[in-house]
């Protein structure tokens, strides 16, 4: 009944970042911070995890103050979290 869940996205917190990432081409680190309401060393594990397993890239633009953090999600990324979505969709349908 739970397969198809992916352990990566299922952490509510990534789950949430990859909503996100599923609406829009690309995504700002202030806009992420902001939308999910957590801290930046938060959201910086968050990222850097689904970075890791693939699901999302990063671009950074800068340094420092000045810097800029831009992600966007990948095809396995998109395959990844519409799998992981229908598995939650059947799950809950199958209650």
Same mark, same amino acid.
């Given at each position: 009944?739970?397969?198809?869940?992916?352990?990566?996205?299922? %952490?509510?917190?990534?789950?949430?970042?990859?909503?996100?990432?599923?609406?829009?081409?690309?995504?700002?680190?202030?806009?992420?911070?902001?939308?999910?309401?957590?801290?930046?060393?938060?959201?910086?594990?968050?990222?850097?995890?689904?970075?890791?397993?693939?699901? %999302?890239?990063?671009?950074? %633009?800068?340094?420092?103050?000045?810097?800029?953090?831009?992600?966007?999600?990948?095809?396995?990324?998109?395959?990844?979290?519409?799998?992981?979505?229908?598995?939650?969709?059947?799950?809950?349908?199958?209650?």
């Amino acid at each position: 009944m739970i397969d198809g869940l992916d352990p990566i996205i299922h %952490v509510p917190k990534r789950l949430a970042a990859m909503a996100v990432l599923a609406n829009a081409p690309s995504v700002s680190f202030r806009f992420l911070k902001d939308h999910l309401q957590i801290s930046e060393s938060d959201l910086s594990k968050q990222m850097s995890a689904l970075e890791a397993a693939g699901y %999302v890239s990063s671009t950074k %633009v800068g340094r420092g103050r000045g810097g800029s953090t831009t992600y966007r999600m990948t095809q396995a990324g998109q395959k990844a979290y519409e799998q992981h979505r229908s598995a939650l969709l059947a799950l809950i349908h199958a209650t």
